[in-house]
């Protein structure tokens, strides 16, 4: 429900419409999760329909989780009133797109202040992806930086962005003159397109922006520079000093 990568509920749909005063949430059980809770109005859904929403603490079961779900029977009844039997364990089906759990920056071995020709953004998601194309003509929509930042230097290029596997996205920057202006600290609003989950395949990203850009694009070499020798060169060897 907030699209941070971890799945924090089960919609659950019934064969007909359910009283939601008698909704008890700990008659549900999520495989692997205590504290299971309901409230009638949650993801704006409707009081007494055939569906709920069972919500639960967040940041333990990644989006390509699909846990069990079991109901003992309790209170939950149709409106009419007659009472729900127990029900499950049945696995849950994958509705949850991926979204990116971290994004890092990294100097690389170039130790220069600023973004130079092999700085890196490594871009963690919450499950497998399709792993789509992604390059310099596409980036800057997949991957949509805020403060009207760019992915690109001054020549619209990109040294590369490659899957090192299926949940990491390495973007290989590149500085040709002037530098792009992605920075730390930007937020990443995925297109909801075109990265998909890889096991259901329709399961599109999210588009909530990611929180922050990690990590720095500078060496940490903060010293300036001196002169550590002064020797005399004859650079041409005509016994002149030049």
Not at 84 to 91: E, I, K, L, Q, R
Not at 167 to 194: E, K, R
Not at 201 to 230: L, Q
């Given at each position: ?18 009283d ?23 993801n704006?859904?409707?009081?007494d ?14 989006t390509?989780?699909?846990p ?21 364990p ?30 890196t953004v490594?871009?963690t ?21 805020n ?55 329709t399961?599109v ?5 990611f ?10 070499d ?20 030049d």
């Amino acid at each position: 429900l907030d699209c941070d990568g971890y799945i924090d509920a089960i919609h659950i749909t019934f064969s007909e419409n359910i009283d939601d005063t008698n909704v008890t949430a700990s008659d549900f059980d999520v495989a692997g999760i205590t504290g299971e809770a309901f409230s009638s109005t949650t993801n704006s859904d409707t009081a007494d329909d055939a569906d709920i929403y069972i919500t639960f603490t967040d940041g333990f079961l990644s989006t390509m989780s699909t846990p069990t779900l079991q109901y003992t029977q309790g209170t939950l009844t149709d409106l009419p009133g007659n009472l729900m039997v127990n029900d499950g364990p049945t696995a849950t089906t994958d509705k949850a797109g991926p979204a990116i759990l971290t994004a890092v920056a990294s100097d690389e071995s170039n130790a220069i202040n600023g973004i130079d020709s092999d700085d890196t953004v490594t871009i963690t998601f919450s499950e497998n992806t399709t792993q789509p194309t992604i390059n310099a003509g596409n980036i800057n929509t997949v991957l949509a930086l805020n403060n009207s930042h760019s992915w690109l230097d001054g020549a619209s290029a990109i040294t590369s962005a490659s899957w090192s596997d299926n949940q990491t996205l390495v973007v290989t920057l590149i500085n040709g003159g002037t530098p792009p202006t992605v920075a730390v600290a930007d937020t990443i609003t995925l297109d909801g397109s075109t990265i998909q989950d890889a096991s259901a395949g329709t399961n599109v990203s999210t588009t909530v922006a990611f929180s922050a850009i990690t990590g720095t694009f500078d060496s940490g070499d903060t010293t300036p520079p001196t002169i550590t020798a002064r020797e005399t060169a004859d650079l041409d060897g005509d016994g002149y000093i030049d």
